[in-house]
């Protein structure tokens, strides 16, 4: 029992001091990468309707799936963001190997820092603590008429305007609001 009191005691003893603290800080969240089946990525875009008129930002996109499939499947223009470099590169070869690297943009950013005003459909499979942290700036960000879609995750009290289950998975859909 000894062994365990000075690791706890300095734990609760950091913990004090940071809520202590009068500076405001911002807690990194780290969603874990999950690649989205291709039946649940056929199913968002479907969910949202995408279209060639459409310019589609997946936040967190990992291997780039979603926005290549919306370019191959649909000739709609996509903006993957993600923070890991490797999966950056990762998607970029995917786009060259899929011929869709003209209208697809691969970027290494923070979701919370990339410029995401020019989407017309946002897809997300993140952690539902990011996606209700996310929130605000997507209703802020947006224009009214953007849809939203999500992979098993939903946006807290923010109720879907539209729900699907395919092979097992939660999609969600949201609408941003007139202002």
Same mark, same amino acid.
């Given at each position: 029992?000894?062994?365990?009191? &000075?690791? &706890?005691?300095?734990? +609760?003893? %950091?913990?004090?001091?940071?809520?202590?603290?009068?500076?405001?800080?911002?807690?990194?969240i780290?969603?874990?990468? %999950?690649?989205?089946?291709?039946?649940?990525? /056929?199913?968002?875009?479907?969910?949202?309707?995408?279209?060639?008129?459409?310019?589609?930002?997946?936040?967190?996109?990992?291997?780039?799936?979603?926005?290549?499939?919306?370019?191959?499947t649909? *000739?709609?223009?996509?903006?993957?963001?993600? +923070?890991?470099?490797?999966?950056?590169?990762?998607?970029?070869?995917?786009?060259?190997s899929?011929?869709?690297?003209? =209208?697809?943009? +691969?970027?290494?950013?923070?979701?919370?820092? @990339? $410029?995401?005003?020019?989407? /017309?459909?946002? @897809? +997300?499979?993140?952690?539902?603590?990011?996606?209700?942290? =996310?929130?605000?700036?997507?209703?802020?960000? %947006?224009?009214?008429? /953007?849809?939203?879609?999500?992979?098993?995750? *939903?946006?807290? $009290?923010?109720?879907?305007?539209?729900?699907?289950?395919?092979?097992?998975?939660?999609?969600?859909?949201? /609408?941003?609001?007139?202002?």
């Amino acid at each position: 029992m000894r062994l365990f009191a &000075l690791p &706890l005691l300095g734990l +609760l003893y %950091l913990c004090v001091a940071s809520a202590q603290s009068s500076e405001p800080r911002e807690v990194q969240i780290n969603t874990p990468y %999950l690649a989205t089946p291709p039946e649940v990525v /056929t199913g968002m875009l479907e969910l949202a309707g995408v279209s060639a008129r459409d310019v589609v930002y997946d936040l967190g996109c990992g291997d780039g799936r979603i926005v290549i499939a919306a370019a191959r499947t649909y *000739g709609a223009r996509g903006v993957g963001i993600d +923070l890991n470099p490797a999966r950056i590169d990762e998607a970029r070869a995917n786009a060259r190997s899929a011929a869709v690297s003209g =209208l697809v943009h +691969l970027e290494v950013n923070d979701l919370f820092d @990339a $410029d995401i005003r020019g989407a /017309t459909v946002v @897809a +997300l499979y993140l952690l539902p603590e990011v996606n209700v942290r =996310l929130r605000p700036r997507l209703l802020r960000e %947006l224009r009214p008429g /953007t849809r939203i879609v999500s992979h098993n995750f *939903g946006m807290g $009290d923010w109720k879907p305007d539209k729900e699907t289950v395919i092979a097992g998975e939660h999609i969600y859909l949201w /609408t941003v609001p007139q202002r």
